[in-house]
């Protein structure tokens, strides 16, 4: 698969693809992040003496162009944070568009309007593909948190592009996850939490081929115990998933992957009721209680596992930390991978994100993955569609 740093470009017109679906309100941008992340990719090429045609998707707009999915916010704030005009297209493709790329000189910018006012987009329509391609030299992908998508903008524009590579952000994503994640260092540890059990699961049984250890807490923790024979009284848990659990650990234990679950775990009556209702072991769930944290015990124990490790990947948090009687142990959880100096240190996730947030830990990491669905698709071992675009792309 080609980069952006293995491709020339000076003088050339390259269609670039990024993550622009930012939270808007009210047409003000919320959080710019997913902006900032695209710089290093966009900068290097204005500094190379290329032209950019940047496009993305923002939210989800019907068939009709409604004006609160217009990435004109986008637009703004990008050519502030690059220094330099960035011109809005009306439109993504079509006469008008091409007219105005037909005039891009060296060192401009363009941004494309929403690729989802197209129905082509979502359904990797060839003839919308081709039009997009047909717009630029280069396309260049930058946009990881569509990787897993099989969209025109993401897959179909590869057939017609005359050049194709991944940009620096996708590049990142490739190193860490398909690389380090890959071939990781051992001991390698991962840490499994969060709510979304039927995926993640996937995730489980692909780290079983790769990882040493594997820490298991969050609701997911609470199929486990179910597995191993014990009652969780009214906590999240998915019944139909309790046998996969068990075959989970069967499994684990032929290959010598070490489990941890929960050996305590802070109980409530609900995931908004203001106090915990205290600390139990994993085998006394009390009948009326949820599980909705690990307790005090279990964050010394996990701590122990992770000292020792070279590698270690996080995803999902280990309890109902949106309520601060809950977060006790994704917050410590976060301060202690944060705090491995000598491992490498990879999390991905949105919520698992938002925990770093909180306690301003984002430096702390190794790398944190910009995906969230194609994060867990990369993690279950399946190739990315942009990927494999890419790679076929090149020949
Ligand atoms: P990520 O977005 O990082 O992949 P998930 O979406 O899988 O993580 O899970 C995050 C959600 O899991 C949070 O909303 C959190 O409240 C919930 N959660 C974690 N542990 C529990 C628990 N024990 N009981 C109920 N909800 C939980
Ligand atoms: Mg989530």
Redesign the pocket.
Known sequence: MNFLDKIEIKGKKLLVRVDYNVPLKDGVIQDDHRIRASLDTLNYALDQGAALIICSHLGRPTDKREPEFSLKPAAVRLSELLGREVKMASDCIGSEVRATVQALAPGQVLMLENLRYHAGEKANDPEFSKQLAALADVYVNDAFAVAHRAHASVVGVTEFAPASCGGFLLKKEWAFLGQSLADPEWPYVAIS????IST?MDILNALLDKADEIIIG??MA?TFILAIGNSVGR??VEKQRVSDAAALLEKASQKGVKIHLPTDLTLGQG?DSPASSGVCRFDAIPEDS????IGPETIAQFKTVLTHAKTVMW????????NPAYAQGSLELARIVAGLDHALTIVG?????VVIKAESLSDKFSFISTG?GSFMSFMEGKELPAFKALKEGTK
């Open positions: 939490g969060g709510a979304k993640k969050g609701a609470n906590s999240l995931i949820m599980a909705l944290d995803n999902g948090p280990m309890g109902a930390f949106e996730g949105g919520d698992t994100n969230g």
